[in-house]
């Protein structure tokens, strides 16, 4: 795996294109803001603090469903295709269960294996990095299976995950000294060099 040639593809692709990655993420975090927002003025209305936490369980709940929508969204771009924004949310509608299970599923592994000793969860979070990209790739698996592949896919290439993740933590770090206006380049630049990144290490499997 060629860390480099990755993250130097992501950079070409991604020139002319930054708001078709970033469209679909800024709609969908305006929809949050807003019910957010209502939620918030409800409770100082009624003073129902339980009506907050419920929006923000279910939130949650649709974030990580809209995320497997957004990856194969991504995951069509670097493959030469271009949808329309809406197919983010049409595919997240489609395949909802499939991405809620494997989402809680993973989050519970790594949640497991951060209780019994922090190194374990970490194994775990970078053993299933890509089960976003599975689900995406492959909506019609079961949740184990998914979750299997998703593994699979990592194996003998957990290092260089590490690596590849931690190689953006000096553009991270430089974020809020721009006030956050990097991150309308560094993110489709990550999110692009990630979908790159599983393409080419399902392809050695």
Known sequence: MNRIEIKTKAKEMIKGNLWYILKPMV??????F???????LIDNAIEAPVFV??????????????AVGYTY?????????KHEWTEVFTFAKDHWVISLLV???????IAIGMILLIIPGIIAGL?????AHVVADNPELSVTDALRKAWNITNGYKVDILVFY??????LLLVPFTLGILAIWLVPYMVVAEAILYDKMKATK
């Not at 709609?27 to 949050?32: R, T, V």
């Not at 936490?53 to 809209?66: F, K, L, N, P, T």
């Not at 989402?103 to 592994?109: A, E, I, M, V, Y």
């Open 53 to 66: 936490s419920i929006i923000d369980c279910i939130s949650g709940i649709v974030s990580s469903i809209v």
């Open 73 to 81: 969204y991504c995951l069509a771009f670097i493959r030469g295709q």
């Open 27 to 32: 709609i969908f975090a305006l929809i949050c």
């Open 34 to 40: 807003v019910c957010g927002l209502v939620a918030a």
């Open 166 to 171: 931690l190689s953006f933590l000096g553009w």
């Open 127 to 131: 053993g299933l990095t890509f089960w």
């Open 103 to 109: 989402s809680l599923l993973t989050g519970l592994n």
